[in-house]
């Protein structure tokens, strides 16, 4: 059973415009949802997070979303850079250092210049 | 200061062997986890160690196991090598004292399994 889901496995977008990259959960008592990037034969590296009592984190170009009512989240990426280009994991954990991170499928991004 | 270290980076197996991946997490980091990544799947939690102590386990069988030792350095081995088992295993650490799950990722030990 896949807590985690990101129902877009790739996503293509001009050098400029905005990417969206959505996320959905199943379970209620996540406290904390994360992005990562990860380039090819590189490890994940931490992108943004956001906490459940917040709707919306904005650091530089990325702002992520969360509706906890829907249980979505999405990452808005303004401009695209093709240096963008990566898959994205979306991950969310309970409140608690002990709870366990639980990453997503992934999606492909790719910013075509 | 320096990132998290996987070793080996990449190697190849045949059935039935068994494997060893090692990992030295960032100076300070207590907590340990591995991930296995394999394609649609994105990453699986195989287990966490804090402290030498098993903190959390994924749903995996008993094939995949681990440990931690006192410097914080982690292992993870995998026996009866299944031609499933062949994916990129990923290791992250963390301080361990914060609950928001900002991990730090090796670049992987990627497993061949012929």
């Known amino acids: ?113 | 200061k320096a990132g998290v270290t996987q070793t080996p980076r990449y190697l190849i197996k045949t059935r039935g062997q068994q494997v060893t991946l090692s990992c030295s997490p960032i100076s300070g980091h207590r907590s340990v986890s591995w991930y296995q990544q394999t394609p649609g799947q994105g990453l699986q939690f195989l287990f966490e160690y804090f402290s030498e102590t098993q903190r959390n386990k994924g749903n995996f069988p008993g094939r995949f196991s681990g440990r931690q030792f006192s410097n914080s350095r982690s292992e993870m081995n995998v026996s009866t090598l299944e031609l499933g088992d062949s994916a990129l295993y990923l290791c992250a650490s963390a301080g361990g004292g914060t609950p928001t799950g900002e991990l730090f990722f090796g670049e992987g030990s990627r497993l061949t399994v012929l």
């Open chain 1, 1 to 113: 059973d896949q807590q985690v889901k990101q129902n877009s496995p790739s996503l293509s977008v001009q050098e400029g415009r905005i990417s969206i990259l959505n996320c959905d959960y199943t379970n209620s008592m996540f406290d904390y949802f994360l992005w990562y990037k990860k380039y090819p034969a590189e490890g994940p590296t931490f992108l943004i997070s956001i906490s459940s009592i917040k709707d919306k984190n904005e650091d530089g170009r990325f702002t992520v979303f969360l509706n906890k009512s829907a249980k979505h989240l999405s990452l808005h990426i303004v401009p695209s850079q093709p240096g963008d280009s990566a898959v994205y994991f979306c991950a969310a954990k309970g409140g608690t250092s002990y709870d366990k991170v639980i990453f997503g499928p992934g999606t492909s991004l790719s910013v075509i210049p």
